[in-house]
């Protein structure tokens, strides 16, 4: 059994776009959690993955658009979006999201 141990001030932040960072937390077999910091106005285009992603919105909001439908999330929110269905984010305020994702993402594992 390998324990991924992670402290968050020792993960570099990748930049997803510019004002968006990335930085990838617990690893394990079936699953990943990323945690996800945006600055107000940033807009990350339409795209889908095979991945199952569920996030929580620790601050700020955001508006997803899930396969066409826009749903508005605050502080305490979550969601599940299935594999393969299309979504994009406009983060309203500035925000950190938590987001679960399985299987895990072979392009988020840490270096």
């Not at 059994?1 to 570099?12: F, K, S």
């Not at 993955?49 to 658009?65: F, R």
């Not at 929110?77 to 983060?91: C, K, L, R, T």
Request: negative net charge.
């Amino acid at each position: 059994m390998e324990v991924d141990i992670v402290h968050w001030a020792e993960v570099e932040p990748v930049e997803v776009v510019p004002g968006m960072w990335r930085r990838t937390l617990g690893t394990g077999e079936r699953g990943m959690v990323i945690e996800v910091r945006a600055k107000a106005g940033i807009i990350m285009e339409a795209h889908a993955h095979a991945a199952e992603q569920i996030g929580y919105v620790v601050s700020g909001e955001v508006e997803l658009t899930i396969d066409g439908t826009p749903y508005q999330f605050q502080p305490g929110d979550s969601y599940a979006i299935p594999g393969n269905v299309p979504h994009s984010a406009h983060f309203l305020t500035d925000c950190v999201v938590v987001e679960f994702f399985s299987p895990v993402r072979d392009e988020y594992r840490r270096s």
